[in-house]
């Protein structure tokens, strides 16, 4: 393992799943329960290739990878975020499973060719361009805008990128879903799975995880709702065992 040598500005947190540690930067982006929920919701499969777009610190690669990814590779469009997601990748010693490539996943035909993979993962930034108050910050508006990729384009990438047959996996705000389903149609991928989160019983969804099936035939289980918290607050039974612990 490495000795974790941090740059300014960087913290180092435990990502609990096999011992493994996370160099993370505020300025730039940190990863949520999102990337959590959504690294626990697709099966791996044996011989699954994963691809994850928009890795960012590479927190869902390196979750599936002690989840059972064998062959992941990850794509980084901010620079910095590539470096960090590539130190951690080399400081958990994932190199032989996971593999960055820095690059704009809109230009993903100059690096892979079309079917190279069975699984996409993406933690898109849910956010249009004029809606809410952007951070002044780069780093962090571009974790939560589509200032580097629009929703339309995560569909047209992931299209390419899968092989006829192989999944879609995302999480989002839930009142995109129509958004969600209505563009995956559009690319050829049909939901094959839906789970609303909420924060606790009684309130709206606040997000929802979904599979498409590229070329795959209309019909959806939606799942029952995942509930983050309890009504005290504390977390429900689920969600501490997705994150591996009796207590957090």
């Known amino acids: 393992m490495s000795d974790w040598k941090l740059k300014e500005g960087e913290r180092l947190d435990d990502l609990v799943r096999d011992g493994m540690k996370l160099i993370q930067r505020p300025d730039q982006f940190c990863f949520s329960i999102d990337s ?26 390196l979750l599936m990878s002690a989840l059972g990814g064998r062959d992941i590779t990850a794509l980084e469009v901010n620079p910095i975020m590539a470096d960090l997601a590539e130190r951690n990748v080399k400081g958990n010693g994932k190199e032989s499973v996971i593999h960055v490539v820095p690059c704009d996943y809109r230009k993903v035909k100059d690096y892979f060719p079309s079917g190279s993979f069975s699984l996409v993962v993406v933690n898109p930034p849910y956010r249009e361009v004029g809606s809410g108050k952007m951070s002044e910050s780069r780093g962090v508006a571009s974790a939560s805008y589509e200032l580097n990729a629009t929703l339309e384009e995560v569909f047209y990438t992931s299209r390419y990128l899968l ?14 879903t129509a958004d969600l389903i209505s563009l995956g ?12 989160i909420y924060a606790r019983k009684g309130h709206h969804a606040v997000r929802v995880l979904l599979e498409w099936k590229y070329g795959g035939h209309p019909e959806m289980a939606v799942e029952p709702p995942l509930l983050i918290h309890n009504s005290d607050g504390s977390y429900t039974k689920e969600i ?3 994150y591996g612990k009796e207590d957090i």
């Open 36 to 61: 959590v929920l959504l690294a626990h919701y697709p099966a791996i499969k044996g011989k699954d290739k994963i691809c994850d777009l928009g890795t960012g610190t590479g927190v869902i690669a």
């Open 163 to 176: 092989k006829y047959g192989g999944r879609l996996a995302m999480v989002h705000r839930a009142d995109r």
């Open 185 to 196: 149609r559009k690319y050829g991928m049909e939901p094959k799975r839906l789970r609303f």
């Open 240 to 242: 501490l065992e997705i």
